[in-house]
């Protein structure tokens, strides 16, 4: 079965720091995906990324950036330069190949702070 | 771009009352996912349909019911409304039955609140 993990469950920083958000997964597969997910207050859920096993090229995308380890079982999630409005509950989840469902983390809920 | 719509954004229902939620995907998507999400919880995937029919099953109770119909919009339906029903309701849509490769779209929820 799969399993996701985010040991964190509120993060608080003071804006402009770096943060980095922590997600552990298991699966069986060796074939799956991955996905980063941002939940603001308003409640909908904002897509970030989706990586694939076979990837473990870490991405960057602006203030944002990824570092999968396979060896580690880590999907890690960093916010370089924080913002107030990055303020929101990070949601990572996992779908496996033969599945067609998102297994989701508990969310890290990170309050960036003036 | 066309996004997955969700109606209705909000709705108050009382206990043991019925509640209809309905979810229309993106054009040529066909396959529709239905999550679940309790105050302060993560999603919980509750049942998924492929081409008008039912693909895999989560955690739904049997007082729900859903079915894709075939212009692929889909519907959620619940039965006997519990206060720990009280959610926030999302849907999804992929087109080609897999999530992983071809992503997922999520619509903004519909929350209940059953008082």
């Known amino acids: 079965a799969q399993k996701v993990t985010q040991a964190q469950t509120e993060i608080s920083v003071v804006e402009k720091e770096d943060v980095t958000l922590d997600c552990v997964y298991e699966?069986?597969?060796?074939?799956?995906?991955l996905f980063w997910y941002k939940q603001p207050p308003s409640g909908e859920l904002v897509f970030l990324i989706r990586r694939n096993s076979f990837d473990e090229q870490n991405e960057i995308s602006g203030r944002y950036s990824w570092n999968f380890q396979k060896s580690t079982s880590s999907f890690n999630f960093t916010i370089t330069a924080s913002q107030v409005v990055d303020s929101a509950v990070y949601f990572c989840?996992?779908?496996?190949?033969?599945?067609?469902?998102?297994?989701f983390g508990t969310g890290t809920q990170l309050k960036v702070e003036l | 771009a066309a996004g997955v719509i969700q109606s209705p954004r909000h709705l108050i229902k009382e206990k043991r009352e019925t509640a209809t939620l309905k979810c229309y995907p993106i054009p040529r998507h066909d396959t529709v996912y239905w999550y679940q999400q309790g105050p302060g919880q993560d999603p919980q995937f509750l049942i998924s349909f492929y081409e008008k029919m039912q693909s895999d099953k989560g955690s739904i109770p049997d007082r729900f019911s859903a079915q894709q119909f075939s212009d692929y919009h889909s519907e959620l339906n619940m039965s006997s409304l519990e206060l720990g029903d009280s959610a926030l309701y999302f849907c999804?849509?992929?087109?080609?039955?897999?999530?992983?490769?071809?992503?997922?779209?999520f619509g903004s929820g519909t929350r209940l609140t059953v008082v």
């Open positions: 999804a849509s992929s087109p080609g039955g897999g999530t992983g490769i071809n992503g997922y779209t």
């Open positions: 989840a996992l779908s496996e190949e033969r599945g067609n469902k998102l297994t």
């Open positions: 699966t069986r597969d060796t074939t799956y995906y």
